[in-house]
């Protein structure tokens, strides 16, 4: 029996691939993005004190509900945006089930959809999933900037939904106030949904504030917000998002998520409404990766990579131009496999595999992990 791909040119996802390369070339593991360091014992002892306190059951499907309260509280308190904890946020499986669920409540056959690249890997996949078609729009390099104008452009009658995402994954790039006065111009008169990607909202540097769609009245009655634990607690592997929608929008969104999962980890889930009355250990982020940020720069200052200007997120690409004229993905392979550094080819959130040779590096890493990868990549 011949099954007809639904997905024909997607392959294993970049993150798998490197990073298993990684390990059988027993290479430091700068590719996909996760810390190596350990998690606060005091929120894996209220893991425990959970499961030992019988929350070991299934979880509402919306969520149990101190997380939504305190998810409500923390938008508040940042963003200044109410939501209401029983019908406008939803906990998911990673922020990876929020997208889909999002993508998929809102596009319908031929809806175009505007995607910016480089794009995180797991936009157009749900898109195309929906029958949707993504429009494509370049950001601007170095600083990687939206041209507004070209946004305007795509816009047309089948436009359904915008994906933004700030800051930036792979190249470190975030919103400014100016971008989001610009995309008001545009949005506003149209019928077009935002789902926006901020995932890395508390890791952004050089004293610049994160702008939320959350933040804007008028753009936040369009959005679906989507933010992830696994990026503020140092838990990727414990797969626990959520999204923030109006109420309308955040019922349709339910109507996707209670037959992707129907419900997420319930230990995991009272254990993080736990610890998020505990503002310091989100707040302190950005200044804790911007420190890991500048180590890494400065360790790296006497090497032939050039750094992109990073502002945000724990991804550094470096330029190396000056080093290879092989494309990203060749020489992503031969730096893991020579040089023992794995790092991502950022060719491949492009679906014409645009190639600025550049490699995104995680400094989501201990101090030593970074010392010894930043001495393989000096002896290039
Ligand atoms: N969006 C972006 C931009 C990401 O970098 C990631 C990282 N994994 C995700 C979404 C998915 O988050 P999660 O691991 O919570 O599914
Ligand atoms: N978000 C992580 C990264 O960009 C990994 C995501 C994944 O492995 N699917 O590296």
């Known amino acids: 029996m011949k099954l007809k791909s639904k997905l024909p040119d997607i392959g294993v996802t970049i993150f798998t691939r490197m990073t298993a390369l990684a390990n059988e070339s027993n290479a430091i593991n700068l590719s996909q993005g996760f810390p190596d360091f350990e998690v606060a014992p005091e929120l894996t002892g209220l893991v425990y004190k959970y ?54 409540a809102v596009v319908n056959k031929g809806d175009e959809v505007i995607v910016f690249e480089p794009a995180f890997d797991s936009y157009v996949p749900a898109v195309l999933l929906s029958g949707g078609i993504p429009k494509y729009i370049k950001m601007k390099p170095p600083y990687y900037i939206i041209d507004w104008d070209e946004v305007k452009d795509a816009v047309s009658d089948r436009t359904r939904l915008m994906i933004l995402n700030s800051p930036h994954n792979p190249t470190g790039s975030v919103l400014s106030k100016d971008d989001i006065s610009s995309l008001r ?3 506003l008169e149209t019928n077009i949904f935002i789902i926006s990607d901020e995932v890395y909202e508390h890791i952004i540097f050089d004293g610049i504030s994160h702008e939320s769609m959350a933040g804007y ?102 330029d190396y131009s000056s080093i290879s004229d092989e494309p990203d993905t060749v020489f992503a392979k031969r730096l893991t496999v020579e040089y023992g550094v794995a790092a991502i080819p950022p060719s491949v959130f492009y679906h014409r595999n645009d190639d600025h040779k550049a490699l995104r590096f995680c400094f989501a890493k201990k101090d030593e992990t970074l010392e010894k990868a930043a001495e393989k990549l000096c002896r290039i």
């Open 51 to 104: 499961m030992q306190n019988g929350f070991n059951q299934y979880a509402p499907m919306q969520g149990v509900m101190p997380l939504r309260e305190r998810i409500a509280e923390k938008t508040f308190r940042l963003y200044g945006a109410s939501y209401d904890p029983g019908t406008e946020i939803t906990v998911t499986s990673g922020a990876t089930e929020a997208l889909f669920a999002a993508i998929a």
């Open 185 to 187: 111009k545009i949005i």
């Open 217 to 318: 009245p008028d753009l936040a009655s369009r959005s679906f917000v989507i933010s992830s634990f696994g990026k503020t607690y140092h838990t990727t592997g414990w797969k626990v998002g959520y999204c923030l929608a109006p109420k309308t929008l955040s019922a349709e969104f339910q109507k996707v998520h209670q037959f992707l999962t129907f419900s997420t980890n319930t230990p995991v889930q009272h254990a993080y409404a736990e610890f998020l009355k505990n503002e310091k250990a989100y707040l302190g982020l950005s200044g804790f990766y911007q420190e890991k940020r500048n180590r890494f720069l400065s360790l790296i200052k006497n090497s032939r990579f050039k750094p992109v200007p990073c502002r945000g997120t724990y991804f550094q690409m470096l």
